[in-house]
């Protein structure tokens, strides 16, 4: 089956550490890209990459970092800079080119810091 | 600064009548259109799209709108089932600009009434 995994599905960690979200892809989509979503507002762009080793920042980039060394592969740090950590992350990939498509979305993970 | 907005949080709709989701941008660069469907705590999934050359693209109940001098778009679904009760999301893009960042808006939460 072909998709896009998030893990884990929930994540609890202390307020001052770095926490590292997982995305992985199998549909052989070159851009990869990084959501939050909180209560009440719609989904907002943290970082995105379109091609292996290369990333750039969404709009809300401060206190979070990406590494992409391959294609299949997507992490997300939270870091303890990030003074709302607290959400519901969203990874998704597409295909980059020409014509109609969309992104397709993983499950999510609810981070939760205390 | 909202480029994407849905100013209705919530929508309620009896069962089998027409249920229209409304959606107004901003940026005129804006060129590609999607709806995404989403239940709680699970990544969105795609449901249209549209592209600003057509005013209209359907799919099965689904059917979505575009007034590219209005900046707005609108999603009918007809008719109205159980398991359209959702949040659904506009989304933005400008494709033809080499961007395909996608902008969301805050989302509507359609429910349908049996």
């Known amino acids: 089956d072909g998709g896009i995994t998030q893990s884990p599905k929930y994540l609890f960690r202390k307020e001052g550490q770095n926490v590292t979200l997982s995305c992985e892809q199998n549909?052989?989509?070159?851009?990869m890209y990084w959501y939050r979503q909180d209560p009440g507002q719609g989904l907002r762009l943290i970082y995105y990459?379109?091609?292996?080793?290369?990333?750039q920042k969404g709009d809300i980039a401060e206190g979070y970092s990406v590494s992409r060394e391959k294609k299949e592969s997507f992490p997300l740090t939270v870091t303890s800079a990030q003074k709302n950590p607290t959400a519901f992350y969203l990874c998704a990939s597409s295909i980059v080119g020409t014509g109609d498509y969309e992104q397709y979305f993983g499950p999510g993970t609810r981070l939760t810091v205390t | 600064d909202q480029q994407v907005k849905q100013n209705s949080p919530s929508l309620s709709v009896q069962e089998g009548r027409i249920s229209i989701l409304n959606c107004d941008y901003t940026n005129s660069m804006f060129d590609y259109f999607l709806w995404y469907k989403k239940y709680p705590a699970e990544g969105p999934t795609f449901l249209i799209s549209?592209?600003?050359?057509?005013d209209k693209n359907e799919d099965g109940r689904f059917t979505v709108f575009l007034n590219k001098s209005a900046k707005h778009l609108s999603l009918h679904i007809v008719p109205s089932q159980p398991g359209d009760s959702a949040v659904y999301f506009c989304a933005a893009s400008a494709r033809g600009f080499g961007n395909e960042k996608l902008t969301f808006g805050t989302g509507t939460r359609l429910t349908i009434i049996p």
């Open positions: 549209i592209s600003s050359i057509k």
């Open positions: 990459s379109q091609i292996v080793n290369d990333f």
């Open positions: 549909l052989n989509h070159d851009a």
